[in-house]
């Protein structure tokens, strides 16, 4: 294999894109011949940094309407030749089911291979009229229960695995920097700082996160809370409302989107994910990385899958349960244990050292086949 | 109704006329509770309502008795108007005063009701012997700045528990209530009218059911399975939910069974769009009220409101930012507490729910009824004119 495009659906700090940056990133590390470039259905802040890895080709501003079911003829036609001008590739790796948008739009793309990161009703672009199923020639899957629920809805076609991956943190969080961004937030280093993230959806849940807040802080005034990102989407004003009608205000912040995220996960004593339903949630791997011990719900987010034995969390959807865990975490060296087993388990199998060799060697013999 | 009996015959057995003067139409729950006075009032053998506004409100809704008389409309009367133009107001205006005296002598009212304490400045010469009751209510009218201060004199004072007290040394006091009427609530708690609502809402016969209503984040729509599941998991309680969104969305559907799903409640989660009657359907309501927008006592078109569902004798569980007034039949829990919405579910759901539905409407019917309390206002002033 030569060359290898990487396809994503936009170029926003979402999962898939900083996953295919991340890859982006190890290739050209370690993998200095092979050829990359990569192709975005749609722009995005992160733009930038990966044009800084890899050629990149940007199909459509951020914010253009498109019709998949009766898209612009002209705008097709241009588009088209466009891509057509890119090099031949030997494989094109989908980095989620969203970026099969792009599909109808790419000229050349050798194997194709499509790596689902998604789940439940994000899978819908299984059906859309891109043609994914028909033009993807292999099939992988970033984690398990992704990988069922693709090869249920492809009616039994196979779908391996290549767990998804991050870099390394690059957080130099000394003593003073975390304290801080503690203060910043209001916290103080007798507080116990409870941290989620993420878009304000019903699937991420930070109506879950608040309810956790909630409970937690009518048991001990030691407990802070901060919710990060979601600010432009609806369900962040309903939240606003929540914490000044329940008087949360002193105790609960919700900070709009960082670029630097890695720097509040590191500043934070508990990272909690009540997610509803989530794929394979990056941000979970981030904050373990860093030492700080991640908590969730059992069967609805991977979070088993990823932590394994070092798993901290409860059923869904047990708020209570869940708030015992965060105060089985106050004690220091409780936090510290919990953090270094979830640290060592993501650093050897999560990390682009460990993941990124497994999907190239999926896409090696997807070329191969 | 039929079901209440005349109060006593009071006013020496003779006929006896109540004039209820109000500020305006307007959307307080205590106007809305008025007029289910004046009809009850009006249906009694004996007595006869007559309602009078002092200036215009809000457009009625629909089915609402409208005024019988609006005191600011001899602004606008032809003969008093011709009167401005030719020799000016003031003779326009002792017009006015005459058919408005005219008016009043006509009524011969027996008793005047002043609600918020408005309008007496059209009392002027009635006779001796009329019971003036002053009401005072928790919200004040909005036309209180428009008319002259509540008059100190009054034979009986009507004060709810949150409204402004009776000025000191006012005279005889009834504790005020916030009464509807209630008759079509305790017609669908009727056996055969809930057997015939769960048949519609594809409820098991003999399921324990939980139901609960709303439209949206602010009616808790989302917290209502996690409900269900504590049910289960914590108290072994194993329920079905009716959910009655009259306006739930397709998306909101999708995402609320998405939710029962996780919450493994299987087929025990109904979510229908159906109408008011389903909201009595069940053997208690839990309300996961995140706000109340308007005020709760307020039934509207779509939902009922708590009381509704108390009268139709269900136990009804619900947050404090519910603002529920204190009921026995209503059990508040702190605001987003799902375990301890479930915990006060699971305690009323006892093996005798079915058996005590119909001591419960009763209980509710003594406690919210409009019946009962006009029984208790007509004994009041009957006791006034005693004196």
Redesign the interface.
């Given at each position: 294999m030569r060359r290898l495009r990487l396809v994503v659906h936009a170029l926003d700090r979402t999962g898939p894109p900083v996953l295919a940056r991340t890859f982006a990133g190890w290739l050209r590390s370690h993998v200095p011949g092979l050829v990359v470039d990569l192709v975005a259905f749609r722009g995005g802040p992160l733009a930038d940094d990966m044009a800084e890895l890899v050629p990149v080709t940007v199909l459509l501003e951020p914010h253009e309407p498109w019709d998949h079911h009766q898209p612009d003829p002209d705008r097709v036609r241009e588009l088209r030749n466009r891509t057509s001008s890119l090099p031949a590739v030997d494989v094109t790796l989908l980095v989620s089911v969203a970026a099969g948008q792009a599909l109808p739009l790419l000229m050349d793309r050798g194997t194709t291979v499509t790596w689902v990161v998604e789940q439940?009703e994000d899978l819908h672009w299984l059906d859309a009229p891109v043609g994914l199923a028909a033009r993807t020639t292999s099939w992988i899957a970033g984690a398990e229960g992704a990988r069922r629920e693709a090869a249920a809805r492809l009616g039994g076609v196979e779908v391996g695995w290549s767990p998804e991956f991050v870099d390394e943190p690059q957080v130099a969080a000394g003593k003073s920097a975390r304290e801080v961004i503690r203060a910043d937030l209001g916290v103080g280093p007798d507080h116990l700082l409870v941290v989620g993230a993420g878009i304000a959806t019903?699937r991420k849940a930070p109506?879950l996160f608040?309810?956790l807040a909630?409970?937690l802080a009518?048991s001990s005034d030691i407990f802070r809370f901060a919710w990060i990102g979601g600010e432009h989407d609806p369900l962040h004003a309903?939240l606003e409302?929540?914490v000044d009608?329940?008087e949360l205000s002193h105790l609960v912040r919700l900070v709009p989107s960082v670029p630097d995220l890695d720097r509040l996960l590191a500043a934070a004593d508990v990272f909690a994910h009540p997610a509803?339903?989530d794929a394979f949630p990056l941000v979970c791997l981030h904050a373990a990385l860093l030492g700080t011990p991640v908590v969730g719900f059992a069967?609805?987010a991977a979070l088993e899958e990823m932590f394994g034995s070092t798993f901290l969390g409860a059923p869904?959807?047990?708020?209570?349960a869940l708030a015992e865990v965060v105060r089985s975490l106050v004690n220091a060296d409780a936090r510290q244990e919990a953090g270094a087993a979830q640290q060592d388990r993501v650093r050897s199998r999560f990390t682009a050292s460990s993941g990124a060799p497994l999907l190239l060697a999926h896409l090696e013999r997807a070329v191969a086949a | 109704m039929g079901e209440q009996q005349g109060a006593s015959a009071g006013m020496a057995g003779r006929s006896r006329t109540v004039l209820v003067v109000a500020a305006a139409a307007d959307r307080r729950a205590s106007r809305r509770s008025l007029l289910d006075v004046v009809a009850e009032l009006d249906r009694r053998a004996g007595t006869e309502a007559a309602l009078w506004y002092l200036r215009d409100g809000v457009d009625p809704e629909a089915g609402e008795r409208r005024a019988d008389f609006v005191v600011d409309h001899l602004r606008g009367w032809t003969p008093a108007t011709v009167l401005d133009r030719l020799v000016g107001p003031r003779m326009g205006n002792r017009l006015r005063g005459i058919r408005l005296r005219r008016r009043l002598t006509r009524l011969a009212p027996d008793i005047v009701l002043l609600d918020d304490g408005l309008g007496d400045r059209i009392l002027r010469r009635l006779p001796a012997g009329v019971v003036r009751i002053v009401r005072h209510n928790p919200i004040p009218s909005e036309d209180r700045l428009l008319e002259a201060p509540v008059p100190p004199r009054a034979d009986l004072w009507l004060i709810g528990p949150e409204a402004p007290p009776a000025p000191p040394g006012a005279g005889p006091v009834l504790v005020d209530r916030p009464v509807r009427d209630f008759g079509a609530a305790r017609r669908l708690a009727a056996p055969d009218v809930q057997a015939r609502l769960r048949a519609e809402a594809g409820l098991p016969p003999d399921a324990l059911v939980v139901v609960g209503w709303g439209t949206g984040w602010l009616d808790g729509a989302e917290l209502f399975p996690r409900v269900l599941w504590a049910l289960g998991a914590r108290h072994g309680v194993t329920a079905h939910g009716l959910w009655v969104g009259p306006l739930v969305t397709a998306e909101d559907e999708a995402r609320l069974r998405a939710e029962a799903h996780r919450c493994g409640l299987g087929d025990r989660y109904h979510l229908v769009r159906g109408g008011r009657e389903l909201h009595t359907c069940g053997d208690v309501a839990v309300l996961p009220y995140r706000d109340v927008a308007d005020d709760p006592r307020q039934p509207s078109a779509e939902l009922p409101s708590v009381p509704f569902a108390v009268a139709a004798g269900l136990p009804v569980v619900t947050f404090a930012a519910a603002g529920t007034a204190d009921d026995p039949a209503v059990f508040v829990v702190p605001d987003v507490d799902v375990d301890a919405l479930a915990a006060a579910a699971a305690a009323v759901l006892g093996p005798d729910r079915r058996s005590a539905r119909a001591e419960r409407v009763e209980s509710a019917r003594r406690r919210l009824d409009v019946g009962p309390w006009v029984d208790e206002l007509l004994a009041a002033v009957d006791e006034v004119v005693g004196r």
């Open positions: 439940g019903y109506d608040l309810e909630l409970l009518r309903l409302r929540e009608r329940l509803r339903l069967d609805v869904y959807p047990d708020v209570a | -």
